[in-house]
């Protein structure tokens, strides 16, 4: 069995992490350049001020995105080109800049896929409580207004929020990465019921600006996975990824559910019960419950559990010298089939990976190349594994590789390269790698290349 024919390859980016000219063509400050200010915040105190200058050397990209086969570009819109305080004024550089962007990939035959928030919030309405305000909704909505009246013309493929999990948990939980907030249970829930509210207002309004529209989100995959294929592993990995049983937000289909099935899973109301009072208003599950035309998510690795004695999941240790990347996140290829398929299974929506790939070690050799072989051999596997779930009847329309290009990766700064291209952050030189030339060849053959067929 091969990839479906009307398969695509892509690889994804966000704003934030790539654009730099952070004040340059009227853009606002937004929640990271916050952050980033704060000393001891980001790891050898980077910042996104000029990231990978993609901003200024978009042209040249994209032909580097064209040189290596690209058929889709994920790419993530900058809230504060468009709207620099947020709401109100538009700033129509910023447009400007979208434009060239859709117009370039689309004169190069890409396929933009729009990420309408993949993090950088605005400043000036972070100043006004930011998620924990419920106008959060209305602003969100304002925005999405605004990037699809202009752009929708042009883009169909849509997405509104990327990881409401991190977002949400990182950046108002666990207090690393941006706003940098300690909430507790109570704000950190109205602050994820608004953006999920907000999500579902957007899709109404992208589906009403965009006539061709294909919307999805970008949830981050949380999947135990089974230690072996036998029925007590799979039922008890299962379990385990379908349910809360404690307070967490580490669960895709916390957020996920409310989007496509139209309501909390029932055990989360249970473990949440105080912590979401009031927060939750009616008519809100209707207002989040939007039809989605494809169920996107993030995936990079997962837990491994077995059956314990009583058929509940035990986490497995993993075996010392296990494969890692350098984000110390394991290599763990299953991964892609146990949430393809389960994902599918319970949402019936077509897949698509939003981002899937590896933080490497990668440097320019002696040889002026960029040698990464294990970033091929990780796409291999986790490519073989999406292969699996396809020819066991998940529906999967796209693939898009983490990341285009090497780039500022949050709290860690630029210390965790996860690129097809190599960037030299001093002369700011790209250098395709050779996992870039490897994915043309894979996408060249639509995937026979991955099954050893050409
Ligand atoms: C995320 C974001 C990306 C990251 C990538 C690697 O998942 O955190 O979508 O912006 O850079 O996942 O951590």
Same mark, same amino acid.
């Given at each position: 069995m091969s990839f479906p024919k009307s398969f695509t390859w892509g690889a994804a980016a966000a704003s934030y992490q790539?654009? +730099?000219?952070?004040?340059?063509?009227g853009r606002g400050p937004d929640v990271w350049d916050m952050l980033c200010r704060?000393?001891?915040?980001?790891e050898d105190g980077?910042?996104?001020?000029?990231?990978?200058?993609h901003y200024n050397r978009l042209e040249g990209d994209l032909d580097l995105f064209q040189q290596i086969g690209l058929q889709a570009y994920r790419f993530s819109i900058s809230w504060t080109r468009i709207l620099p305080e947020g709401v109100g004024r538009v700033n129509e550089i910023g447009l400007d800049f979208y434009d060239r962007l859709v117009d370039g990939m689309l004169a190069r035959n890409i396929t933009p896929w729009a990420t309408l928030?993949?993090?950088?919030?605005?400043l000036a309405l972070y100043c006004r409580g +930011?998620? %924990? *305000?419920? *106008?959060s909704i209305d602003w969100f909505a304002e925005y999405t207004q605004v990037v699809t009246e202009r752009l929708g013309d042009r883009v169909q493929n849509w997405m509104t929020q990327n990881e409401p999990q991190c977002f949400?948990?990182?950046?108002?939980? +666990? +207090?690393?990465?941006?706003?940098?907030l300690k909430y507790h249970w109570p704000e950190l829930l109205r602050t994820a019921h608004h953006a999920l509210v907000a999500h579902g207002e957007s899709v109404k309004i992208i589906r009403a600006n965009c006539p061709q529209s294909h919307i999805g989100a970008a949830p981050v995959a949380c999947v135990s996975l089974p230690e072996t294929e036998s029925a007590e592993d799979i039922r008890a990995a299962y379990e385990a990824t379908f349910?809360?049983?404690?307070?967490? %937000?580490?669960?895709?289909? %916390?957020?996920a559910d409310p989007m496509v099935?139209?309501?909390?899973?029932d055990d989360a109301l249970k473990v949440f019960a105080e912590d979401l009072e009031g927060t939750i208003l009616d008519g809100d599950m209707e207002r989040i419950h939007q039809p989605l035309d494809f169920f996107g998510f993030n995936i990079y690795n997962g837990q491994r559990v077995k059956a314990g004695p009583d058929g509940k999941a035990v986490s497995v240790t993993a075996t010392p010298g296990h494969p890692a990347t350098t984000m110390h996140?394991?290599?763990?290829?299953?991964c892609m089939y146990w949430a393809t398929k389960w994902f599918h299974e319970r949402y019936k929506l077509p897949v698509v990976i939003t981002e899937n790939g590896l933080a490497n070690n990668d440097w320019v050799h002696l040889d002026g190349k960029v040698h990464d072989p294990q970033r091929i051999d990780f796409t291999h596997r986790y490519l073989l594994e999406l292969h699996r779930a396809i020819e066991d009847g998940a529906q999967v329309d796209a693939y898009f590789h983490w990341s285009v290009m090497d780039n500022?990766?949050?709290? %860690?700064?630029? *210390?965790?390269r996860f690129g097809l291209i190599h960037v030299?952050?001093?002369?700011l030189v790209r250098t395709l790698k050779e996992s870039a030339h490897w994915y043309r060849g894979v996408i060249e053959s639509n995937g026979e290349a991955l099954l050893g067929r050409v």
């Open positions: 790539i654009e +730099g000219a952070a004040k340059q063509g704060e000393p001891g915040r980001i980077h910042n996104g001020d000029v990231g990978t200058d928030f993949h993090w950088d919030y605005p +930011g998620w %924990l *305000n419920r *106008n949400v948990g990182l950046g108002h939980g +666990g +207090g690393g990465h941006a706003p940098g349910s809360v049983t404690d307070k967490t %937000l580490w669960k895709t289909h %916390l957020f099935l139209g309501h909390y899973p996140w394991r290599v763990e290829p299953t500022f990766e949050w709290a %860690l700064g630029y *210390n965790r030299d952050y001093g002369t």
